[in-house]
């Protein structure tokens, strides 16, 4: 969240530039690969530095209270927030709607969602705690909308509870979004991102 913005800057400041586009519509690459082809190439340092860490990780487990599928969920997590990041702002400059100065503003904005996110799940875990104590919260219908809070579900799994909605009869959708957070913000950024990658296929040559 915090990294690929400023990979993604180059996205929006450079090749908001209409005569960069211009040359990339002379080439013999269709919409698709051009649109692919500009987010997987800045996509790939992010990707690359998420990944380069796994070895390091992996070296807690010797020393035990770290479980692995934590660490590849917290992958998964950290992936899919570049994922949604990174078609956002190819998104912004096949449009060409922005500028450099507009980097400022992609950026001050992931950082101000994450900031509001998290301020509405705080107040609305407090309203539905676990226990009278108020130490375990459940999650809320925030909790997959922000990757910090998706985390924290792994790191902090007693005190912050995904519901229990078995045998309540609730609909697929529901019992995603609130018992597995961490798989709907993964399939969530992922649907996204196949939208934005599909609407900029359309609009690149419009």
Same mark, same amino acid.
């Given at each position: 969240?915090?990294?690929?913005?400023?990979?993604?800057?180059?996205?929006?400041?450079? !090749? #908001?530039?209409?005569?960069?586009? @211009?040359?990339?519509?002379?080439?013999?690459?269709?919409?698709?690969?051009?649109? &692919?082809?500009? *987010?997987?190439?800045? /996509?790939?340092?992010?990707?690359?530095?998420?990944?380069?860490?796994?070895?390091?990780?992996?070296?807690?487990?010797?020393? +035990?209270?770290?479980?692995? @599928?934590?660490?590849? #969920?917290?992958?998964?997590?950290?992936?899919?927030?570049? /994922?949604?990041?990174?078609?956002?702002?190819?998104?912004?400059?096949?449009?060409?709607? #922005?500028?450099?100065?507009?980097?400022?503003?992609?950026?001050?904005?992931?950082?101000?969602? *994450?900031?509001?996110?998290?301020?509405? @799940?705080?107040?609305?875990?407090? &309203?539905?705690?676990?226990?009278?104590? +108020?130490? !375990?919260?459940?999650?809320?219908?925030?909790?997959?909308?922000?990757?910090?809070?998706?985390? !924290?579900?792994?790191?902090?799994?007693?005190?912050?509870?995904?519901? @229990?909605?078995?045998?309540?009869?609730?609909?697929?959708?529901?019992?995603?979004?609130?018992?597995?957070?961490?798989?709907?913000?993964?399939?969530?950024?992922? +649907?996204?991102?196949?939208?934005?990658?599909?609407?900029?296929?359309?609009? /690149?040559?419009?």
């Amino acid at each position: 969240c915090l990294l690929t913005p400023v990979f993604m800057a180059g996205a929006i400041a450079q !090749e #908001a530039n209409p005569k960069t586009w @211009d040359i990339l519509l002379t080439t013999p690459l269709n919409s698709l690969q051009v649109v &692919l082809g500009n *987010l997987f190439g800045r /996509l790939f340092f992010v990707l690359a530095l998420l990944f380069s860490s796994l070895p390091l990780f992996v070296m807690t487990q010797y020393f +035990g209270g770290v479980p692995g @599928d934590s660490i590849f #969920a917290s992958y998964a997590i950290a992936a899919s927030s570049s /994922l949604i990041v990174a078609a956002i702002a190819v998104t912004l400059s096949v449009t060409r709607t #922005a500028g450099r100065r507009a980097v400022f503003i992609f950026y001050i904005s992931v950082i101000m969602y *994450l900031f509001v996110t998290g301020g509405v @799940d705080a107040y609305l875990r407090q &309203l539905h705690p676990v226990t009278a104590a +108020g130490r !375990e919260f459940y999650t809320t219908i925030v909790t997959p909308l922000n990757p910090f809070l998706a985390l !924290e579900v792994l790191l902090k799994s007693n005190t912050y509870v995904p519901h @229990d909605l078995t045998g309540t009869g609730a609909g697929w959708l529901k019992r995603m979004w609130l018992t597995t957070p961490i798989t709907a913000f993964c399939w969530l950024c992922i +649907g996204i991102s196949f939208f934005l990658i599909l609407f900029s296929t359309v609009r /690149l040559r419009v």
